[in-house]
């Protein structure tokens, strides 16, 4: 077994891990989203230039990422998981034309904006309604019956399309006004009105909900740094950057790692409530022989010793 030794931390089997316990460290990541893997493909590198650049970042301490979980950037609906639920919501066996033609609707409302985004909604409805004398009026005719059963207004679904991350249907910030919002504490916070629109039309996932995601990590070199150019530019040489540096939160730390691969996901906790994993999903660390799992940790209070004070 080989052991690298830092000032707090050790790699341990290839974890990240506490330099007395050896056992693997618990940190936490505030969002808003409900996914399992994290992507870096949604890095904002634009807005990251200003900070450490492109990392996915954890804290030791769950209040900063409650706080980074209701931060002003993260206030919108994620694009994918949004069309994903909408389409199940509207293409059903007995609603497919009405309801893939209003999906078409709210995409091109999503990419054109409101009023181009119907010219080029109006181009498939014609085609979906080819055989109708006025494919238009057929559309509307059977959208008002379609409405009536899934108390569905197309026009509600329109202004929940403003809230949409990256809709050309409302005016964004730029970028030196998302980073005057991080850096003022300012919240864009989605209305609450959106939000129970989409509850009640069947929505789940794509709702934003503050959370933060507790996860282990796999890594094999750490830079301990205060220099945020150093971080900026380590990416070559380590999978893990310990910033302490301008701009942390708190003045807790910040955990930077390089690749989703590294971060083994343990559970989320939404409205500081833990939400607990059937016994099927559990996983388990086996740790020089000892089996420590996730309801080892909530019901044996073993998370004083996991996570970082």
Known sequence: MEIFKLSNYIINNGLLSHKNTKYPVILYHG??????????????SELNEFYQGDWICYSPSEDVAWDYSKAARNQNIDTDQFFKELKQILIKPDTKRVGQATYDVAKAVYT???????????????????KSEVPMREYFKELSKFEKIKNF???????????????????????SEQVHLMLNARILALPHHASEYMKDLGFKDSIPEARIIASHFKCSSILE????????????????VIYSGEGTVSGEPEFLFASPKQVLMKYHVVE????????????????????????QILNKKELDVLTLC
């Not at 969002?31 to 904002?44: A, G, I, L, M, Y």
């Not at 939400?275 to 559990?282: A, G, I, L, R």
């Open 31 to 44: 969002t808003n989203r409900c996914f399992t893997k994290h992507d870096t493909q949604r890095f904002r």
């Open 112 to 130: 054109y904006g409101f009023e181009k985004g119907w010219e080029v909604a109006e181009k498939n409805i014609n085609k979906y309604y080819a």
């Open 272 to 295: 500081r409530k833990v939400m607990k994993p059937s016994e099927d999903d559990v996983m388990a660390y086996k740790i020089e022989k000892e089996c420590l799992t996730i309801k």
């Open 225 to 240: 740094t205060s220099d945020r150019e150093e971080a900026k530019n380590a990416q070559e040489k380590y999978d893990l």
């Open 153 to 175: 207004d197309i026009n509600d679904l329109c202004d929940i399309l403003e809230y949409v991350e990256g809709s050309k249907s409302t005016t964004e910030p730029d970028l």
